[in-house]
């Protein structure tokens, strides 16, 4: 059982920036073994993947995202970030970090952050 817990939604303008963090602090030197993604669901719309990275380093952006996003991981922390820079509208959901040992593959997933972006 791998318990991840995220931070750093919030409201933020249009053209902004915030940074979420998912940390794993009881999931040990397995961390690094991972995948790490990050997933969004906005109302009335599936869950979709926003961008992951494996333990490689490996990283992998949905077209909607790339250029903007950058998603990061520090093992000795057990932690994985996701830098949003240029928000738009669009961007408004609920953002949830997932822990799996291959891409696409079931695996443990976060309580979810709310991201707004509005003026």
């Known amino acids: 059982q791998v318990q991840l817990v995220e931070s750093g939604g919030g409201l933020v303008q249009p053209g902004g920036s915030l940074r979420l963090s998912c940390a794993a602090p009881?999931?040990?030197?397995?961390?690094?073994?991972?995948?790490m993604s990050w997933y969004r669901q906005a109302p009335g719309k599936q869950r979709e993947l926003v961008a992951d990275?494996?333990?490689?380093?490996?990283?992998n952006y949905a077209d909607s995202v790339k250029g903007r996003f950058t998603i990061s991981r520090d093992n000795a922390k057990n932690t994985v970030f996701l830098q949003m820079n240029s928000l738009k509208s669009e961007d408004t959901a609920v953002y949830y970090c997932?822990?799996?040992?291959?891409?696409?593959?079931?695996?443990?997933w976060g309580q979810g952050t709310q991201v707004t972006v509005s003026s």
């Open positions: 997932k822990a799996s040992l291959y891409r696409d593959a079931g695996g443990y």
């Open positions: 990275i494996t333990n490689g380093g490996s990283t």
């Open positions: 009881a999931s040990g030197s397995i961390f690094r073994t991972y995948v």
